[in-house]
């Protein structure tokens, strides 16, 4: 599923495609997705300017000329690409086909929200498995919805920092790792960078996380951020569907010192130890047991 660095590097490569343009036309191929689309989704998008193009943990936020967000959660293999005005970027159309409302060429059966902007954009939303999902939300409450309103700080923001996770993490037993997947703790994170944050601090992935708060604390969260940077500047993971709006592989995932790196020798100076996996939660866990302590 991608995860706060391959989201932000679509809200990237989306935001000069879009923002300030006009959505002339959607077309919104089926009822559902994950979940159902809003009533009227189509007719209250058509017509409204996309005035930024943001993003809240995994979520992308297009907000509206009217007050209205449209929120996108991309789930496991939702994608978006762009076409440019000629025609000729990675959403061009290959076969025409009869019967969707936009009088649109089909570009795949899995193209199931088709976008057509000022100047000649063309935006397609693709989901081959439909684990993503769209709504609107009000704007100016955004923080109250149910999607948002219980998300903890973003990784990069400075209110991040050491005091701020130990206090989240006092009193916590479940594992670090777990701490760290809840969203409430620290929104945007998913398991191939709790792995990779936690291999750069040092700390078991099955430490409790109550055990954390402190000077390990800090150094968790200075982890976290630069690998977070890092991978943002990197251009995501691309793992499995992943791809950039503008159709190109991400490539961090070659610089992954832990994530799907067992029985290979760690990379920590020094260290003489051999990658591990574990599950944790139903879901891989890959660390140093000789240096993650």
């Known amino acids: 599923m991608p995860e706060l660095p391959e989201v932000e590097t679509v809200r990237r490569g989306l ?11 959607l077309d919104q191929r089926r009822p559902d997705l994950r979940f159902p689309f809003p009533d009227r989704f189509a007719d209250r998008i058509e017509g409204r300017r996309i005035v930024a193009a ?8 297009l907000r509206l000329d009217d007050g209205w967000t449209w929120l996108v959660h991309l789930g496991m293999s939702g994608r978006f690409t762009i076409a440019d005005p000629g025609g000729k970027g990675p959403a061009k159309a290959r076969s025409a086909q009869a019967g969707h409302n936009s009088g649109w060429a089909l570009i795949d059966k899995h193209d199931h929200v088709l976008v057509e902007l000022e100047g000649g954009v063309r935006l397609v939303y693709n989901d081959v498995r439909r684990f993503g999902f769209m ?3 009000e704007t100016a409450r955004e923080d109250d919805s149910p999607h948002l309103a219980r998300l903890g700080p973003e990784p990069l923001d400075p209110a991040f920092d050491g005091a701020a996770l130990s206090a989240a993490l006092r009193g916590k037993n479940t594992p670090i790792k777990a701490a760290l997947l809840d969203q409430a703790v620290v929104a945007g994170l998913g398991n191939i960078y709790v792995c990779e944050a936690l291999w750069r601090a040092g700390i078991s992935p ?7 708060p402190g000077l390990r604390a800090q150094r968790l969260t200075e982890a976290v951020r630069a690998v977070i940077a890092e991978a943002i500047e990197a251009g995501g993971s691309s793992l499995r569907d992943y791809v950039q709006a503008d159709g190109e592989l991400g490539y961090f995932q070659h610089a992954f010192d832990a994530y799907d790196r067992e029985g290979t020798p760690c990379r920590r100076p020094g260290c003489g130890g051999t990658i591990r996996r574990i599950v944790q939660s139903g879901r891989s866990t890959f660390y140093c ?5």
């Open 289 to 293: 047991p000789d240096h993650q302590r």
């Open 54 to 61: 943001a993003r809240r943990a995994k979520y992308l936020l």
């Open 206 to 212: 099955k430490r409790r996380a109550a055990s954390v």
């Open 135 to 137: 709504d609107l939300i």
């Open 15 to 25: 935001a000069p495609h879009v923002e300030a343009r006009r959505v002339l036309r």
